[in-house]
C-alpha cells in the first residue's frame, strides 16, 4: 500500500468577536472617540455600546482583559473593504513593451517611433528598443549605441535608462523605464487597438504610414463660398 500523504489541515481565520459574542467576562472599554473608560463587565459595556445605538467590538483578544471599542461595526467594515479596493486599485502592474529600430532609420521613422516611446512610457509601461543589425552594419555597434543613447535623450523628462545598451549578437537592447512625469493618457482597451494596428514589433523597422490627402472641401463650404462671391459682385 501506498504510504498516505500528510496535508495540513487549513487553520480558519480568526473571526473579530462583536457583542454577543464576546467570551471575556471583563473588557477593557474604549469609546468611539477613541477615550478609555475603563475596565468594564461584559454586560455592562454591551449595554453601553447599545445605549449609543452601536456595537462593541472585540480589537485584542489576546491582551488581559481583552480591549473592546464602541463603533459602528458595519460602518467600519465598509471603510475597510474600500480602503483595501482602492489600494489594489492602485497597485500599478509592470507592462513591458518593444520597439524595434535600424541604425540608418530615417527622421521620419525616427519620429515615428519616437512617439510610440513616449505613449507607452505615458501608460506607465516600460519600452525594450533593440538595435538591429544587418550584414556588416554589425561591424559598427557605436551606431546602434548612439542612436539609443539619443531616444534616451529625447525622452529623458518621461523615461529613464534601466538598462544600459548590450549587445547580443545582432541585436542591441536597451531598457526604458516611466519616470514620475510619466502618466496614463489613454485606457487600456484603446491602447491595445491602436497597437496591434501598428504592428510595432514586425521587421520592418517601423515604416511610417503614408501621409494623407489633403482634405477636400465640404459641400456645406462650396455652398458658403459661393454666397460670399455673389455678395461681393
Known amino acids: ?22 467570551r471575556a467576562p471583563r473588557v477593557r472599554l474604549i469609546d468611539e472617540d477613541g477615550s478609555q473608560v475603563g475596565i468594564k463587565q461584559t454586560s455592562d459595556a454591551l449595554e453601553y455600546a447599545f445605549s449609543k445605538n452601536l456595537d462593541l467590538v472585540e480589537v485584542a483578544a489576546q491582551a488581559d482583559p481583552p480591549v473592546a471599542r464602541v463603533m459602528d461595526y458595519g460602518k467600519y467594515k465598509y471603510e475597510q473593504e474600500q480602503k483595501a479596493k482602492l489600494a489594489r486599485k492602485h497597485q500599478s502592474q509592470i ?13 521620419h521613422d525616427y519620429e515615428t517611433k519616437k512617439s510610440h516611446v513616449v505613449r507607452f512610457l505615458n501608460q506607465r509601461a516600460k519600452v525594450k528598443v533593440t538595435i538591429m543589425f544587418r550584414g556588416r552594419e554589425t561591424t559598427h555597434p557605436e551606431r546602434g549605441r548612439d542612436l539609443l543613447m ?80 455673389l455678395q461681393q459682385g
Open 95 to 107: 507592462h513591458i513593451k518593444e520597439i524595434k529600430l535600424r541604425p540608418k532609420i530615417g527622421k
Open 1 to 22: 500500500m501506498r504510504p498516505r500523504r500528510f496535508v495540513e489541515p487549513v487553520r480558519p481565520v480568526p473571526q473579530v468577536r462583536i457583542n454577543e459574542a464576546i
Open 150 to 229: 539619443r531616444l534616451a535623450e529625447d525622452v529623458g523628462e518621461l523615461g529613464m535608462i534601466e538598462q544600459q545598451p548590450i549587445l547580443d549578437g545582432r541585436n542591441m537592447t536597451m531598457v526604458l523605464g516611466p519616470t514620475k512625469a510619466a502618466g496614463a493618457t489613454k485606457d487600456a482597451k484603446a491602447e491595445d487597438i491602436e497597437s496591434g494596428q501598428e504592428a510595432l514589433q514586425g521587421d520592418g523597422g517601423g515604416e511610417a504610414p503614408a501621409p494623407e490627402r489633403d482634405a477636400e472641401p465640404q459641400p456645406r463650404e462650396e455652398v458658403a463660398q459661393a454666397e460670399a462671391q
